[in-house]
């Protein structure tokens, strides 16, 4: 990466060059700020916050906060925190996310190598799923989730997750595997491969960039989705975001900020860590269907 | 009944037929070569064959097994693609055994044909390597390994060489030559490229326009094409092909030109298959070879009928071997592959030697050769 940017990079005179990292640091300092603040609050007692002291430094660091947001907090009337919260989250998202790439895969390869009447219509009608504002899907997913008897659990939200993220997921892979060569798919057809075969061992394995793309995107919207969660899971499978939400709008006792703060990044952690860990590729793969390398 | 017979096949796409009635059949052992312009349906022919498109109608037979509608893994073929189509992801030597892995051959057969496909190409030291390392000459042979090594009745080539340099070309060109004479394999062949056509076949089928326009070994494509398609399209530079008009004076029939000054040329014809009286007197086209023009040292000694054009040198072409030169004749150009120390000016009138031998004559209507 850091090749590519400075052989594109036009030469710059040493002034020209401070002044641009200053810049940047600045805008680095007004992106992070709000983060920052967040995390000195969960780690101060809440005197020093409802004292003003909002943007000092904690004159007295601690862990309580965090403590008390993962095990013990008020989530609704019960006092578990958030963490029976957050393992819900993980295990509606981990399955969603991992259906709808597998299935999205399936679909751009199906797509793209194996051509049939009216496959362009298709993926058309697949494409809409991307654009549906989901308030207008609502009531008739919970009517389905009704009759499958899965209404208000995890089980219902994997669904609802999975069926929303197969357009986003088709459309990603079914733009990587067009320019993917079909000279390979007949070599294996040639070499005696099934349709199955030619998916696991030349396709999949080629497939990294797309697939890290379509991960990090299913996974940051399927983590941070608020209204499938309040609409479809309330009570104990609420996920995260839900949780949260009641977390911080409980009605109850003092409201303890700074342990809404550590509950928030909690909250967002995990989707932060993705970036982090994959974000590269995330670039890297959605380049790679539009430039040839 | 040949060993693969190409039966009155057709293809159509929907309403449009672009490969219309082709019939062709390949003695075991045979180098077969589809040559033609892009288009002109050798890729659709051989992708049939290969059972990666659908036939319309007819029939292609294997071993006189009908294999319409086989899947091509069946149809005991192999494939070498243009863009060689090794599987990125896997090495060389799992390039060249998945297709054994996939016909459930046990792995220690595996590696033994590996190694024995490995030491006839020369790629032993690559067989660890990934298809991205290699280069475009070495990617070429790992192809041709993976095709081997199935052991095939039939071998297919989809313009294998056009994707490296011309040097490399040449040089693949000879070694698949080479292949072919020392494991005498049945092979079809796909190119647009006229050289490769004439140097490795046994025989060649030229298509234009969803047409064989001819079928015959090299030298009968080249020296007797027939129609000026194949004449034009086979040779290079290309088939001289001169308006011209047929003539009998004194008993024999003459081939009338015009030189750079417009004025009349007599070309005395012998030998004349008899298929010429009916054109007497009639506008023909004259196709000549550049080789066939000379100056009259260089004229071939077993040439019986030289006949001597005196006419302009506009252009003189020096390419090292041989030096081509251009002349006007009937109103066009007209190019003499003439020796390299050939002594030939621009604006000089020079000797010409044309080896009537090697003429051969067109209806200009229909375009086919007059025989």
Redesign the interface.
Known sequence: MAAASTENAVRSSNAARVFVYLFLLLFALFYLLPFLIMLLNSLKPLEEITGGGMIALPRQWTIEPWLSAWSTAQIGVQPTGLRPYFMNSIMMAVPAVVMSTVVGALNGYVLTKWRFRGDTLIFGLLLFSCFIPFQIVLIPMARILGILQIAGTTPGLILVHFVYGIGFTTLYFRNYYAAF?T??V????????GFF?IFW??ML??SGPIIAVSFIWQFTNIWNDFLFGASFASGDAAPMTVALNNLVNSSTGVREYNVHFAGAIMAAAPTLLVYIVAGRYFVRGLMAGSVKG | MGFLDIDNVTKSYGAVEVLHRVDISVEEGEFLVLVGPSGCGKSTLLNMIAGLEGITSGEIKIRDRVVNGVHPSKRNIAMVFQSYALYPNMTVGQNITFGLEMHGTPKPERERKMKEVAELLQIENLLARKPGQLSGGQRQRVAMGRALVRNPDVFLFDEPLSNLDAKLRVDMRTEIKKLHQKLGTTIVYVTHDQIEAMTLSTRIAVMYDGYVQQLGTPKEIYDSPANLFVATFMGSPAMNVLPARLVEQNGALHAVITDHAGHDLALRIENAPAAYASYKDMPVHLGIRPEAITDPEGADRNARNVQALPNMVTVTEPAGSDTFVTMTVSGKDCIARMRADADVHPGHVFDFAVNMDKAVLFDPKTEDRIA
């Open positions: 060569p000279e390979l007949r070599a294996a057809q040639i070499d005696g491969a075969q061992r030349i394995p080629s």
